[in-house]
């Protein structure tokens, strides 16, 4: 499995960013994956996540304001980010769950990674 996130960048606090996962070698039309991010000093952490049963989809500090989807046909997942604040700056990992479902993803350590898109939000 190959991950390849984009459309990261710097914003003012209120905007938008879209980003984008690009994803290869997954055959499951339904694989567990999700978002992640890591702010700088802070632990790595869970942001969004599709197609992974038992999952609540978002985590609450960011519920209202994200939105992912997967086009399958087009082997991409996307985050959709508004309302920007600065404590969303933090590097954006896509991820896919080695072979497990949401548990697997939220444990984080045998996941497949992307190499991380930079979000900086100013005030």
């Known amino acids: 499995v190959h991950l390849v996130e984009s459309g990261g960048g710097s914003v003012q606090t209120g905007g938008s960013l879209r980003l984008s996962c690009a994803f290869s070698?997954?055959?499951?039309?339904?694989?567990?994956m999700g978002w992640f991010r890591q702010a700088l000093g802070k632990e790595r952490e869970w942001v969004a996540s599709?197609?992974?049963?038992?999952?609540?989809g978002y985590a609450d500090s960011v519920k209202t304001r994200f939105t992912m989807a997967k086009d399958n046909s087009k082997n991409t997942l996307h985050l959709r980010m508004n309302s920007l604040k600065p404590e969303d700056t933090a590097m954006y990992y896509c991820?896919?769950?080695?072979?497990?479902?949401?548990?697997?993803?939220?444990?984080?350590?045998?996941?497949?990674w992307g190499q991380g898109t930079q979000v900086t939000v100013s005030s």
């Open positions: 070698g997954v055959t499951d039309r339904r694989h567990c």
């Open positions: 991820a896919a769950a080695r072979g497990g479902g949401w548990l697997e993803l939220l444990g984080q350590q045998n996941n497949y």
């Open positions: 599709i197609d992974c049963d038992g999952s609540p």
